[in-house]
T-cell receptor
Framework: DVKVTQSSRYLVKRTGEKVFLECVQD?????MFWYRQDPGLGLRLIYF???????EKGDIPEGYSVSREKKERFSLILESASTNQTSMYLCASSLNPQGQETQYFGPGTRLLVL | GQNIDQPTEMTATEGAIVQINCTYQTSGFNGLFWYQQHAGEAPTFLSYNVLDGLEEKGRFSSFLSRSKGYSYLLLKELQMKDSASYLC?????????????WGLGTSLAVNP
């Protein structure tokens, strides 16, 4: 079974802090994704990566950066946390698309910025 | 633009059948997915359709009509544990289909 893990289930940070969210997958997947999910707004893609050191902006990259130094690990960085970044953050990974290969999600990190 | 529409909320009774619809408008088509998401948890994969017709998986079935840009998820013999949000997603033709375009989800409440 695919396993995607995230470093924290719950996190509380102060405005202006630098926040690191880490995601690790154990299935040698090429693609990794960071989403945030908010009520009424659904899943929104922040960034994704299709290879080590490669990244592409998603729909809402402002205020975030990412790092992928190793294939299995994809980090999301909030450079200076703000209250509007309070959200559920979901990491996902996938193989390159063929057949029903799809995205597998980690358990999520619920971030509260005070 | 690219868009997916699904109803926001539905209610059904335990033991009944419910159909959740999804319509999509995309510049191309390379597969449609249904996910289930319980409150506070991550989405989990339910089904995949790329050809027209019905795919059956136990109590859950998913249908696709590519000419109509339409899919539905059919849940039979509803159980209380089926109360969840159901997300429809299609592969994004841009960027070599690596990304998914997501609907906002349909929140299903199953009542006793």
């Amino acid at each position: 079974d695919v396993k995607v893990t995230q470093s924290s289930r719950y996190l509380v940070k102060r405005t202006g802090e630098k926040v690191f969210l880490e995601c690790v997958q154990d299935m040698d997947h090429e693609n990794m994704f960071w989403y945030r999910q908010d009520p009424g707004l659904g899943l929104r893609l922040i960034y994704f990566s299709y290879d080590v050191k490669m990244k592409e902006k998603g729909d809402i990259p402002e205020g975030y950066s990412v790092s992928r130094e190793k294939k299995e690990r994809f980090s999301l960085i909030l450079e200076s946390a703000s209250t509007n970044q309070t959200s559920m953050y979901l990491c996902a990974s996938s193989l390159n698309p063929q057949g029903q290969e799809t995205q597998y999600f980690g358990p999520g990190t619920r971030l509260l910025v005070l | 633009g690219q868009n997916i529409d699904q109803p926001t909320e539905m209610t059904a009774t335990e033991g009944a059948i419910v159909q959740i619809n999804c319509t999509y408008q995309t510049s191309g088509f390379n597969g449609l997915f249904w996910y289930q998401q319980h409150a506070g948890e991550a989405p989990t994969f339910l089904s995949y359709n790329v050809l027209d017709g019905l795919e059956e998986k136990g109590r859950f079935s998913s249908f696709l009509s590519r000419s109509k840009g339409y899919s539905y998820l059919l849940l039979k013999e509803l159980q209380m544990k089926d109360s969840a949000s159901y997300l429809c997603a299609v592969r994004d033709p841009a960027g070599n289909n690596r990304k998914l375009i997501w609907g906002l989800g349909t929140s299903l409440a199953v009542n006793p």
